[in-house]
């Protein structure tokens, strides 16, 4: 049975997100399943369903650069999103996808890995939901059940701004924020990046749209939206655009930023008897990439002990050795040591 496609080309952000909705929430048993083509038209920022934009977002910055902030009813974190993204959004019915859901991602990163293999860009699926290359992320996929319809929506990257980025989020301190970008430039990577040039948006998704139907083993008719569906569309897109629904309190709040599946930024501070400290670095599959120590006032030149701790596994023993081997005179080892072990704890999310 075909697949439709609806090629939205460029359409206002918030369209963005409330066409897959829209879709979602009119399926019945008559609609056929769905893939959309989509690139938003101005730049905006989105949360994940269970977040809360208080928490996540620095909402003065968003709105001195203009940026809205719209919230989503699938997971995953908060994202910069402008044209410079091609979204594909498929809004199937519970037959056409594998039930598990780590099938069903590795089935929906099918196409997009094989259209950026296309262009020269030596792209895999990194489970459960990444495509990489060469470790750097340059896809995430997210899922979600809304009404009668399964949703798995995902994007090509042309370009990204890892400093806006950095700077969309609420950041405890400008260590954190910079060890963020950082972060990104590592672990991140675009179509721009890989080939120093952007190619077409419309060769990119005609080359998608051959992989995909080749995937789904189905042919991708072009179609239209019905009425119902826009109607659907239309009440969706009210329902995002109220300050009750984008900012209401969310569960889940994360003291640490995600780049990928193996990646984190986190930071830990602690003030007693000992002192203040201030811990902030870059964490991979548990160990440190980099990290900033702050003592605050007298703070003293920390730089060996933070050359030490590099690629050091956030262990107890492994974080004393290397504080003790490396530490000046009257350093409080086993203080420091706790705030540096507690980085791994903030990547997990909380429940206020």
Known sequence: MPVR???????PHLRSQTLYHGLAYARDERAPDTVVLATPGEPYVCIGF??????ELDLAFCAEQGLPV????????????????LFVQWIMGPARL????????????????????????EAR??????????GRKITGTGAARIGEAEVVVGNFL??????????????????????????LQSYMTTMKAELQSVPEVAEVAARYRRHCAD????????????AAEIDAIERVEQRFRSNDFVYQPGGLRRRGVKIHEDVYVAESDDHDDAGTRRVTASLREGRIVDIALDAGRGNGD?????????????RPEPVTRALRQNSPPGFDVDAWARTILALASPPRADRP
């Open 215 to 226: 995937a789904l083993g189905a042919e991708l008719a072009p179609g239209e939206l019905t």
């Open 50 to 55: 269970h977040q809360d934009a208080g928490h």
């Open 302 to 314: 920390l730089s060996r002990l933070e050359n030490a701790l590099r690629g050091v596994d956030l």
């Open 125 to 134: 699926f990194r489970p459960i939901n990444d495509i990489h290359v060469n």
């Open 98 to 121: 594998p039930p598990r859901p780590e099938d069903r991602f590795e089935l929906f990163a099918r196409p997009l890995v094989a259209t950026y293999r296309d262009f020269g860009i």
């Open 70 to 85: 719209v919230r989503r009813e699938t997971g995953g974190g908060a994202v910069l999103i402008d044209s410079d993204q």
């Open 5 to 11: 496609l609806i090629d939205a080309g460029v359409v």
């Open 158 to 183: 042309f370009d990204f701004d890892t400093g806006l980025m950095a700077q969309i989020l609420r950041a405890p301190s400008q260590a954190f924020r910079r060890q963020v970008d950082r972060s």
